[in-house]
């Protein structure tokens, strides 16, 4: 069939909406950084211009060790992760598996653990003097603190974002190519590796990318697992420099981190010139239903494998996490110990638990649609438009990203202290500046996962609707959302999650009765708690919470939505 | 275009931000309004409250409160981009303080009412004074090492007997341990923090991660701030302080006030109170020691003369040099411990 030619001007579609997006995410991802880094570079004594602080920092040996390190454990969290999720996400969407509805929420609910409490269950369980698993084995065989265990750990929950960016792409694409090498006398593995594989290749790489900038920006997990192992990471070192006190240390954390944002930069850019070769167009407008694959006497077995692995990084971490919720004092085995003090004292003890709950869920659930939305515009100008430099926006949204959560709080800090861009009313000490830190720090999320959504699109069914006399609404609403929305579900928890308990930047730009359930954990966890199990309680609750709004939207939408 | 007004979605925001605007407080411009940046624990701010506003009616007080690492961050940002919100600062980083003061950012004050505060525990000029004294004590868990076979001195942690069995704070992430790294260093040299790395101390996160390594056996002994083990003494009887014989590290809770504009007069008649009889039985409700005679000590705790008498000296010397080193004293720690 010949291709239908439409001349498209270079921003097709609502042009104040676009160019608002497009403004909003120059004002407040981009200018915060300019604002920071020109403090950095402008700020050497003496005055002027100059690299003091970066010169500094390559002066120092350790950099370099940090610097291999990070490689080495982002790699090495990304390849982990990706090794786990490809196999898992084609189970799961394209064999009849049993159960498979259900396991999916179960290996996406993993993200829904704060890292940092994740992290505490993995030390409870795997440290090497007494872990609970080391116990039951009598010996000591695992140990958290090492180069692997933070690789496990760190994939244990990262691993999702390949997960749902390849679940959302599978449930999308259409299955008759696939049909069509296996009519072709194909054997599984062989239309896997040649026609499924490549085709959710761009998916994977978005996933995977999110997934390696995450790990070498995270900051909770490698403090607690790194340090005891005496892994010197990029953001061990960010870190140190921060909690220096000093503006020196400011500066100093603002100048590595750029170093990070370089290397960001780098990635994205190389991944760009990737996706751009690699992506097919691959969902038409024929309804496909899938057919299954039968995985005849692998069924049991398998079903079975990926039990237990739900049970490695569900169950296992959970259940560390409710003992610690139920002892009234940590660490001693008795039964009198265990009881529900601590989630009385979280509920009813702690005065503000109500108002934190509450300003979470709006901040979390404002800023996961916020984004996703934000996101879905930005995807289209890229994906759908012929705006020159459209190919930056996708990088400019994953600066504050792969930024530390630290230094983009500090960042909005001396950007929005003052008047909103020098005229308007403060956002400082407001709900407002948290719900901007979300939206800006998980926007990369909603660009991502749409991004491989609009790719896969086909461009005629767009064109179908236009030539029907459809506007660009209406194309939205009856092209683009419907095929669109497994991936803008998969964004919106995305966002969600992490949003929901935040801690990093929440801790530096929260005010008075501005607290959230990350300001929560943040106190329970440093000293409002005396038996040690009120952040675990906390903890339960974001799990109980993520779990209950994924039920609601799978009911909302009868089963067809949702993680 | 207009069916977006039809979309769940559109109304979805609409009321996401009109509930952001009713959150958002509008007291920010009140002119009595005090801005407290503090380390101090929530429940003694619950505690300050009420007390507080009988002894100043119509003053309303704002309290950011966090870890003091994080009110250094928070207000050297603000004060990157012009001026800080605070009008006074408590918390638990002596050294900054003087960094701020050395750079202008404090108010000098000297409060009637803190007259007794040793001239040790407060800036020669009045720029900050020490309001409440957290000490570093040793800690054993007794269900691992009894009392007495248990270390007797800091000095002694980095002999070979203790390998494997002594966990801290790291000084690079919390501040009490960073003047106790820095005491222990002047005090015995870089050797003995060697021989803390050849014991393998696990030194990670604050003081609350060395309890929770303590309570679950990790480790059994280590060095944990007293007040930390005074608020679970009713409760959890296995883990108990030691007093070492070489000395406790004294850390200083500083109060200052800042330059801000405007609250000044408020801030000084704050800064009074604080040091009066209700602001220091709070602090010594919250398990520590106040810096000026005739208070009793905390519930479950030596008194001070007793602490005092037997802990590393503050000299002006050893703050002048690590308030130079400062960076310096972090980078070889690390060092050594990431070796």
Redesign the interface.
């Known amino acids: 069939m010949k291709k239908i030619e439409i001349k498209f001007p270079s921003l097709q579609g609502?042009v104040p909406l676009l160019t608002l997006g497009i403004l909003f995410l120059f004002t407040v991802c981009v200018y915060p950084f300019v604002v920071l880094l020109g403090?950095v570079f402008f700020?050497a004594e003496g005055g002027g211009f100059s690299f003091q602080y970066l010169a500094e920092i390559l002066e120092?040996a350790?950099t370099y060790?940090a610097i291999l390190n990070t490689l080495l454990i982002a790699t090495g969290t990304t390849l982990l992760c990706s090794f786990i999720a490809i196999p898992l996400a084609w189970m799961l969407v394209r064999t009849n598996l049993p159960g498979a509805s259900r396991l999916r929420s179960w290996c996406s609910l993993p993200y829904a653990i704060p890292p940092y409490i994740g992290a505490?269950a993995w030390?409870?369980l795997a440290?090497p003097?007494?872990g609970i698993l080391n116990l039951l084995l009598g010996k000591s065989i695992f140990n958290v603190y090492s180069f692997g265990g933070l690789i496990w750990v760190m994939s244990s929950f990262f691993f999702t974002f390949i997960l749902l960016s390849l679940l959302s792409a599978l449930d999308r694409m259409d299955s008759s190519l696939e049909e069509a090498a296996r009519l072709s006398g194909a054997r599984p593995t062989q239309v896997f590796f040649r026609i499924t594989l490549p085709l959710i290749l761009p998916a994977l790489i978005s996933g995977a990318l999110l997934v390696f900038l995450a790990s070498a920006a995270s900051f909770g997990v490698p403090?607690?697992i790194g340090?005891?192992a005496?892994?010197?990471l990029m953001t061990?070192?960010i870190?140190?420099f921060?909690?220096?006190?000093?503006?020196?240390?400011?500066y100093l954390a603002a100048a590595l981190s750029s170093l990070l944002l370089l290397f960001a930069l780098v990635i994205l850019v190389l991944n760009q010139r990737l996706i751009k070769k690699l992506s097919f167009q691959v969902v038409s407008g024929k309804a496909s239903r899938p057919s299954l694959i039968d995985l005849g006497r692998w069924k049991n077995p398998l079903f079975l494998g990926i039990l237990c692995f739900v049970g490695l990084v569900l169950v296992l971490p959970l259940g560390g996490i409710l003992i610690t919720a139920l002892s009234?004092?940590?660490?001693?085995f008795s039964f009198d110990n265990f009881g529900l003090q601590n989630f009385r004292n979280v509920f009813f003890g702690i005065?503000e638990t109500p108002r934190a709950l509450k300003?979470s869920l709006?901040l979390g659930?404002?800023a996961a649609?916020?984004a996703t939305?934000l996101g879905m515009l930005l995807s289209y100008v890229q994906w759908k438009t012929k705006l020159k430099g459209r190919r930056l926006l996708d990088i400019f949204a994953s600066l504050p990203y792969a930024a530390p959560g630290?230094v983009v709080?500090?960042a909005l800090?001396?950007?929005f202290?003052?008047p909103f861009l020098g005229f308007g009313p403060s956002l400082?000490?407001?709900?407002?500046i948290l719900?901007l830190a979300y939206v800006i720090k998980f926007l990369s999320f909603s660009i991502r996962t749409t991004g491989d959504g609009f790719g896969q699109i086909d461009d005629c069914l767009a064109e179908a609707a236009r030539v029907s006399g459809a506007?660009w609404?209406?194309t939205l609403?009856t092209i683009w959302y419907p095929l669109m929305k497994p991936s803008l579900v998969a964004a919106w928890f995305l966002i969600f999650m992490p949003a929901f308990s935040e801690l990093t930047m929440t801790?530096?730009l929260?005010?008075?009765?501005?607290e959230t359930v990350g300001t929560l954990l943040?106190?329970l966890?440093?000293?409002?708690?005396?038996?040690?199990g009120g952040a675990a309680v906390l903890a339960l609750v974001i799990i109980c919470a993520v779990a209950l709004i994924n039920w609601l939207v799978k009911l909302l939408s009868k089963g067809k939505y949702g993680l | 275009?207009m069916?977006?007004f039809k979309r769940p979605?559109f109304w979805?925001?609409g009321i996401?931000?009109a509930?952001?605007v009713s959150?958002?407080?509008s007291e920010?411009g009140n002119s009595n309004t005090l801005w407290i940046y503090t380390s101090l624990?929530?429940?003694t701010i619950?505690d300050l409250t009420p007390r507080l506003k009988e002894a100043f009616p119509g003053v309303e007080f704002?309290?950011?409160?966090?870890?003091?690492?994080?009110i250094?961050?928070?207000i050297?940002?603000?004060?990157?981009?012009?001026e800080t919100?605070a009008d006074v600062l408590i918390s638990s980083?002596r050294?900054?303080y003087e960094?701020l003061a050395s750079?202008g950012h404090l108010h000098s004050y000297q409060s009637p009412t803190a007259k007794g505060v040793p001239e040790s525990l407060k800036n020669p000029s009045g720029y900050y004074s020490t309001l409440s004294i957290p000490v570093m004590v040793l800690v054993v868990n007794q269900e691992m090492i009894s009392k007495e076979k248990a270390p007797k001195t800091f000095k002694e942690l980095a002999d070979p007997k203790w390998s494997?069995k002594i966990t801290s704070g790291?000084p690079?992430?919390?501040?009490t341990n960073f003047t106790t790294v820095a005491m222990l260093e002047h005090a015995y040299g870089w050797d003995y923090i060697k021989g803390l790395r050849k014991n393998e101390i696990?030194?990670?996160?604050?003081n609350?991660a060395v309890?929770?390594r303590l309570?679950?056996?990790?480790?059994p002994v280590g060095w944990v701030l007293l007040e930390?083990l005074l608020?679970?003494q009713d409760?959890?009887t296995?883990l108990v302080p030691l007093y070492p014989e070489d000395g406790v590290v004294i850390q200083s809770n500083v109060i200052a006030i800042t330059k801000k504009k405007g609250k000044r007069e408020l801030a000084e008649k704050f800064v009074d109170w604080m040091y009066g009889k209700d602001g220091q039985e709070a602090m010594i409700r919250s398990y520590m020691y106040s810096p000026l005679e005739g208070y009793t000590p905390p519930k479950g705790a030596p008194p001070f003369k007793q602490i005092r008498d037997k802990s590393f000296k503050w000299t002006a010397e050893f703050i002048e040099g690590v308030v130079k080193k400062?960076?310096e004293i972090?980078?070889q720690f690390?060092?050594i411990?990431?070796?």
Request: aromatic share 12%; hydrophobic share 35%; glycine share 8%.
């Open positions: 609502p403090k700020s120092s350790s060790t505490i030390i409870y440290n003097s007494n403090a607690l340090s005891p005496r892994i010197f061990t070192k870190y140190t921060q909690k220096m006190g000093s503006l020196r240390g400011i009234s004092v940590q660490g001693r005065s300003n709006i659930v404002g649609t916020f939305f630290t709080a500090l800090i001396i950007s202290s003052g400082y000490n407001t709900l407002w719900w506007s609404w209406v609403k801790v530096l929260t005010g008075p009765g501005m943040f106190q966890q440093e000293y409002a708690d005396v038996s040690g | 275009m069916s977006i979605l979805g925001v996401f931000m509930s952001l959150c958002t407080s920010t624990y929530k429940d619950e704002q309290w950011f409160q966090a870890g003091s690492e994080e250094a961050t928070k050297n940002a603000e004060m990157i981009a012009g919100k980083d050294f900054w960094e750079t494997k790291s690079l992430e919390s501040g696990l030194s990670q996160g604050g609350s309890i929770r309570q679950r056996k990790e480790r930390n608020r679970i409760t959890d296995r400062r960076d972090k980078e690390a060092r411990m990431f070796e």
